[in-house]
């Protein structure tokens, strides 16, 4: 492409209780490229009450569904939004931004699917509910034990999105809240609706989603937080004013319901002071202040808005950036040669320059010009030339650290000393993101910890890890999206925690069979099932939570821990040294603790082939009490719970894991060794597995 093309006037709905609704008049927005208009929205005639009304009463569907299925489901998703993302590229490109800007935002956000998907598949049980943590023992002869489960609230995510990431900020809520059980009713910013609305269009189309697992609203929100009841989730990503306001809404308040905010940050960037110009750090630094800046045109909350230098190198560091901003083309974002867009809109354009003028009352440009526009419309674009200032005093200076011109703008605060860097980053009064750029692993400490209580995520950035970072404003859905103070306080993705805070955490307190009843997982204590039939004869199938076998004896000689020291190589004094033993903590010799998991697996493996195929892995190994020579040690191995897996394309037999708690006593019974064990067993083709003809032999 060589300029944007701009498509009929586009008309993006609402879809709310089962239903597209479209009007004729409305808000009309206009591209950030040309200045023509692109679209008319309107949510006129909506009512907001029956739409979560019927976002709560769908939602049985969502949540009759374990988290394995709606992982499947957000997989297939994911694929089907990413064989039709080229229309998303070619709406977002009327939004000002760049192919690269695109990518972030469209096949990052897709992405996230993804993510989520492998973890929830992963970490998660095949269940609706979740097993939290471990069980707790409340009574001293074992017959009353509690557990943590996690459970969907019964309500809707109402998501409140920015204009800056139309389709990664909606997916990346989504995801988590979609895994949880949780339906969402999305509303974008009005300026770039009209991409949210057709990656949505997409997603129902697909017919992946349970009715009502998603709901849009593409104009104004109206009345909708007078809706909102204890079970729902408000999940806020905006402006930290805006933020204020709504988290106080009377009915928020008054039914208490769970609001998470994201809200821009005045995000910094430290040089660190023992970095030297012919260092690459030096570069890195330069290279990643220019990237923010210029990355959406600026418009990103994690963007660097303050670049924190040692004041001997506030000179060399401005022409680095001069030079570095110099190869930044400017204009319409379609262009291959174009590398930074507009901004959303000639209305937003405006509040940065004004934003601009109150900075150069404590700071001054040093980094400007109206560069050739390739493209687009200097006037009725939103085009905006990146813009470096410089603060000679930030220490005292407020404007720094309080305005935020949301564009492609920096102002650079020299320090003298580490305490005065992280006391520069902290008066932003709480940040989303932050970075460092050192390679002095002492200096790195001091800044990460002096920082660490004012920033929801730091990045320490060096030669050693510049070719696989992900870059200062990229949250990634494994790590923490968030901050304290001015940030927010809220807290999103981070892997499971973002799916934790759509779930009620319930204490369940049983006796132990009850209690392994209710959550499908053998609980220690709990009655079991003896059959005749040695677990690991059975396939995946035929195995039960709680199939159960107690082995035969075994006594330990001296010519075991002999043996199993030469065979080892271990010749700890606890076991081979009689006289150091004897004066050591056990008072005797005393068996090497592999040893006794060698000797217990020699007790309950079946040697023969059969479903079992392989080890898997083990977990929680704990050794109680020592077992000396002559004591005598069988073994308890009780299926603790069951884990499907998926059949991948290069595989031909169906697997599942299985998890096994295995419990050593001795001859009095008392527990000497304990831990999980986990098996690859054989089981039957099931609906999730793929055609076998698909399946390579």
């Known amino acids: ?101 695109s990518w972030v935002d469209i096949e990052g956000g897709i992405g996230t699917l993804f993510s989520y998907a492998s973890v929830a598949r992963r970490d998660l049980p095949d269940e609706r509910f979740w097993p939290d943590g471990k069980v707790e023992r409340l009574g001293r002869e074992g017959t009353f034990v509690g557990r943590h489960l996690l459970v969907p609230r019964e309500g809707v995510t109402v998501q409140i999105n920015a204009f800056n990431f139309p389709v990664w900020g909606m997916l990346e809520k989504f995801a988590p809240s979609f895994i949880a059980g949780m339906p969402s009713l999305v509303k974008p910013a009005p300026q770039t609706a009209y991409v949210t609305e057709r990656v949505v269009r997409d997603m129902l189309a697909s017919g992946l989603l349970p009715e009502g697992a998603l709901q849009l609203v593409t104009g104004d929100p ?105 190869k930044v083309t ?48 200097r006037e009725k674009g939103a085009f905006l030339d990146p813009t470096v200032l410089l603060c000679d005093s930030p220490l005292t200076a407020k404007g720094p650290h309080e305005l ?48 660490a209580s004012t920033h929801g995520r730091l990045l320490v950035l060096n030669r050693e890890n510049a070719k696989e970072n992900t870059g200062h404003g990229s949250p990634l859905p494994q790590l ?56 690991f004869r059975k396939t995946f199938d035929e195995i039960e939570v709680g199939d159960s076998l107690l082995t035969h004896r075994r006594t330990v ?26 004066e050591g903590i056990f008072g005797k010799r005393v068996a090497h603790g592999y040893f006794l998991l060698s000797a217990a697996a020699g007790q309950f493996v079946w040697p023969a082939p059969g479903p079992v195929l392989a080890n898997y892995g083990l977990e929680g190994l704990r050794f109680i009490e020592p077992v000396g020579i002559g004591d005598t040690i069988r073994t308890r191995l009780t299926c603790k719970r069951k884990i499907r897996k998926d059949l991948r394309p290069d595989e031909t037999r169906p697997t599942g894991v299985v998890e096994w708690r295995a419990e050593i006593t001795n001859q009095d019974g008392a527990l000497v060794a304990t831990y999980d064990i986990l098996t690859l067993v054989e089981r039957a083709r099931d609906e999730f597995d793929p055609p076998a003809d698909t399946l390579s032999a």
Not at 15 to 31: A, C, K, M, R
Not at 278 to 288: G, K, M, N, T
Request: hydrophobic share 40%.
């Open 1 to 101: 492409m060589t300029q944007s093309t701009l498509p009929e006037l586009l008309r993006p709905a609402s879809y709310v209780y089962g239903t597209w609704h479209s009007n004729p008049d409305g808000q009309t927005l206009v591209d950030a490229v040309y200045g023509r208009p692109v679209a008319v929205i309107s949510s006129e005639g909506i009512d907001f009450a029956q739409a979560l009304a019927y976002g709560r009463q769908q939602a049985s569907a969502l949540r009759r569904l374990t988290f394995h299925q709606r992982a499947r489901a957000l997989k297939a998703l994911g694929t089907y939004l990413m064989e039709r993302k080229e229309a998303y590229y070619e709406l977002s490109a009327l939004t000002g931004a760049t192919r690269r800007d």
């Open 222 to 326: 109206g009345d909708l937080l007078d809706h909102v009841e204890e079970q729902d989730v408000v999940a806020f990503t905006g402006s930290a004013a805006t933020a204020a306001k709504l988290r106080v809404h009377p009915n928020v308040v008054a039914r208490n319901v769970p609001f998470n905010t994201e809200a821009d940050s005045l995000n910094a960037s430290v040089l660190g002071l023992s970095v030297k110009p012919e260092d690459p750090e030096f570069a890195l630094f330069v290279r990643e202040v220019a990237r923010e800046m210029t990355g959406k045109a600026g418009q990103k909350c994690t963007a660097i808005r303050r670049a924190i230098v040692p004041g001997h190198l506030v000179e060399a560091v401005t022409e680095g950036l001069r030079r570095e901003l110099a």
């Open 330 to 377: 400017l204009g319409d974002p379609a262009r291959d040669d174009v590398r930074m867009g507009a901004l959303v809109s000639v209305e937003q354009r405006e509040r940065v320059r004004e934003t601009l003028v109150r900075l150069q009352q404590e700071a001054r440009i040093v980094i400007s010009g109206e560069a050739q526009l390739l493209g687009g419309d």
């Open 404 to 451: 935020e011109a949301f564009g492609p703008v920096a102002t650079l605060l020299p320090y003298e000393s580490l305490d005065d860097a992280v006391q520069l980053a902290k008066l932003g009064r709480g940040s989303l993101a932050g970075s460092i750029v050192t390679h002095d692993r002492a200096e790195a400490t001091e800044l990460v910890l002096g920082m």
């Open 480 to 535: 923490n999206h968030g901050g304290p103070g001015r940030a927010g306080g809220g807290s999103e993705l981070g892997g499971l925690s973002a799916v934790r805070h759509h779930m009620n955490r319930l204490a369940v307190q049983a006796d132990p069979t009850t209690l392994a009843a209710i959550t499908h997982e053998y609980v220690p204590g709990a009655q079991v099932q003896e059959d005749g039939t040695h677990p």
């Open 557 to 582: 000689t001296e010519a075991d821990i002999v043996n199993f020291a030469n065979v080892s190589g271990d010749h700890f004094y606890a076991h081979v040294d009689e006289i150091g033993a004897r």
